[in-house]
């Protein structure tokens, strides 16, 4: 409960939420509603959407979606880097496709590529580039 707790307390500061339910009844016209649990607040923060992929098939996916896009691809790594639930992940991809890009232009292709799973994470973490010369 101690990690619960402390999760709570850093992700969202305890004057924000009492402030909301205190004032809700003001902003709303509606009555005021009971503070909801810790429990709750987790639920809501990791319950994510139903049948969204997480962990190794979300990176196995999108490795599949970039290697379809960038056949040259001399390297694509996709790794889950929220522990696991398919909030946050960081992309690499280093392909002779972005010769003559910009760096701005190289993400962009990323996440054009990969933006229906994109849309359902809370963060992605690209780096792109050019295979070294031999």
């Known amino acids: 409960m101690h990690l619960i707790n402390q999760i709570i307390n850093t992700s969202i500061p305890r004057q924000v939420i009492n402030a909301n339910y205190r004032n809700i009844s003001k902003l709303t016209g509606m009555k005021r509603v009971n503070k909801p649990t810790t429990f709750q607040l987790l639920s809501r923060v990791w319950s994510g959407q139903s049948g969204v992929l997480a962990g190794k098939q979300a990176e196995e996916k999108m ?6 896009k960038f056949p040259k691809a001399h390297t694509i790594e996709v790794n889950d ?3 696991g639930c398919g ?5 690499n991809v280093i ?3 972005f010769n003559g890009l910009s760096t ?3 993400h962009r292709l990323i996440n054009d590529t990969l933006k229906n799973e994109i849309k ?3 963060g992605i973490r690209i780096s792109t580039g ?3 010369a031999s």
């Open 120 to 122: 359902d994470m809370h």
């Open 87 to 91: 909030a946050m992940f960081e992309v």
């Open 95 to 97: 392909t002779s496709e």
């Open 130 to 132: 050019l295979p070294e």
């Open 81 to 83: 880097i929220s522990g």
């Open 104 to 106: 701005v232009k190289q």
């Open 63 to 68: 490795t599949s979606i970039l290697r379809n």
